[in-house]
């Protein structure tokens, strides 16, 4: 029996209806974000996980339904933590990733096999959680206490979509600390701990030893640990041992054994735990970010065992090379290109000027904006060198510094000369890109020059919005 043919009206209205449902369910994320974005910010938070396992448990615990990787630092969470994902995804596993902050759309925070979650999804893990939510706020409110936050409802709902989902393996990244962070309701099989300095004092304390002592407090069994200073290294020993997990140190059981670079990263040769990994690409720049592919693989290669090691040449290449970082010393081509980079404290800068050196050795304009509560003179003090000039600004942050005080710190460290002050950032950007085209001009025949915007992961997550590289919420 032949069917008969569908109107182009039907086609048009079904299309049309799907558009009007498309737009109700943005409408509707948008809505749920702006109430979970009301809560307290996530580096507000208190030294209690009461609140979250109490949702979780709830929920029926789904943090518990596969397998963690999870990740604490300073610097370099973030991108060890898509690296693993991505060397995990490789080996045919479905994954789940945690990150944050996001750059421009909260689904970033939440992956499901390397694509931020759709609405659909977000909606649905949040249909499932929204009782409990509104449950634990009213039971801690009856005790004198607060709301869940901002972070704390977004891991909720991360646990949960991951379960949805159902992954295999969930990479979830540190907020913020480690002993007290909502995400250390997991039970991991492999821990990693990326480099450690001085950031977030207020809440996590102003000595390396403070900061270092809470960010091991995600230790459980075996944890991979990246380059660390001395006293870190003590702090860190001494929790291996409190806990009788098994430690696996960069530089000593698995290390870089060489890199160079090349176009679009750099070529690196990893010793791993089990095995040797030559000659890989990884489609990202430093020194830093071999390093950070170092723990991820010495992590994946704990996470799965003899699995790993039989399948180490294919998936472990593919999952460097299809590793990504976005914020990350990101191009963004154009005439002249812009270099983003979401580098908030000294170490970070440190990084950052270090890779510029290795791949990026021309001109640079930079549009720098700084939260309050960093180390503004230090950070200007290390970017000094590369940047031939600087456009001072700010992001929409409420923790933001403000343009003129921030370019009085500015001028004392470049000189009068080489410092703009613009308050907003799209005028910046603008600015800083005619700067970059006539300091071009000017150099005939050389590799011309490029924008650098960073200082504050919001600098880099507006960047890219102005430049189209993201939409936000």
Not at 46 to 72: C, F, K, S, W
Not at 116 to 140: C, R
Not at 371 to 389: C, H, N, T, Y
Request: negative net charge; hydrophobic residues 45%; aromatic residues 4%.
């Amino acid at each position: 029996m032949s069917r008969k043919p569908q109107s182009t009206s039907s086609v048009v209205d079904a299309a049309g209806n799907a558009s009007v449902a498309s737009r109700a369910l943005e409408d509707q994320f948008r809505r749920v974000y702006q109430d979970i974005l009301s809560r307290a910010p996530e580096h507000d938070f208190e030294p209690t996980l009461d609140r979250v396992r109490r949702a979780l448990d709830l929920l029926g615990e789904p943090q518990r339904t596969y397998r963690v990787i999870h990740v604490a630092g300073t610097n370099g969470k973030t991108s060890t933590a898509r690296i693993a994902e991505s060397l995990v995804r490789a080996h045919g596993l479905r994954t789940g990733l945690l990150t944050s902050p996001h750059l421009s759309s909260v689904r970033e925070r939440i992956a499901l096999d390397g694509q931020p979650i759709s609405p659909e999804a977000f909606m649905e893990a949040w249909s499932q959680v929204q009782g409990v939510v509104d449950l634990v706020d009213a039971e801690s409110a009856a005790q004198g206490g607060p709301r869940l936050s901002f972070f704390e409802v977004l891991t909720i709902l991360g646990f949960t979509a991951l379960a949805d989902a159902p992954v295999d393996v969930a990479v979830v990244e540190v907020g913020m600390g480690g002993t007290w962070d909502a995400t250390n309701t997991v039970e991991s099989e492999v821990q990693c701990i990326t480099p450690i300095g001085r950031d977030h004092e207020s809440y996590l304390g102003s000595s390396l030893e403070s900061i270092a002592a809470e960010k091991a407090g995600i230790i459980r069994s075996q944890v991979v640990i990246g380059r660390q200073r001395p006293e870190v290294q003590e702090v860190l020993e001494e929790a291996l041992e409190q806990a009788e997990a098994a430690g696996f140190w960069l530089g000593g059981d698995f290390d870089v054994l060489s890199r160079e670079p090349a176009v679009g990263g750099q070529l690196i040769h990893l010793q791993g735990l089990g095995g040797d990994y030559e000659q890989f690409l990884l489609p990202l720049y430093g020194a830093h970010q071999a390093d950070n592919a170092a723990v991820a693989l010495a992590a994946v290669e704990l996470l799965l065992g003899d699995a790993a090691h039989r399948l180490a040449g294919g998936p472990f290449s593919e999952g460097l090379e299809g590793a990504a970082s976005p914020g990350r010393l990101e191009v963004i081509p154009g005439n002249p290109a812009v270099l983003v980079d979401v580098a908030h404290n000294v170490p970070g800068a440190e990084a950052l000027v270090a890779a510029l050196h290795e791949s990026f050795p021309f001109a640079l304009v930079g549009v720098v904006g700084i939260l309050a509560d960093k180390d503004a003179e230090g950070m200007l003090s290390v970017l000094e060198p590369v940047l031939d000039q600087v456009v001072i600004t700010k992001s929409t942050s409420p923790r933001a510094l403000e343009p003129a005080a921030l370019g009085e710190v500015a001028r004392e460290v470049f000189g009068p000369d080489r410092v703009e002050v613009i308050d907003r950032l799209d005028d910046a950007l603008a600015r800083a890109l005619e700067l970059a085209a006539i300091e071009t001009g000017e150099s005939p025949g050389a590799l011309g020059a490029a924008v650098l915007a960073t200082g504050s992961a919001t600098i880099a997550a507006e960047v890219r919005i102005l430049l189209r590289r993201g939409q936000p919420d």
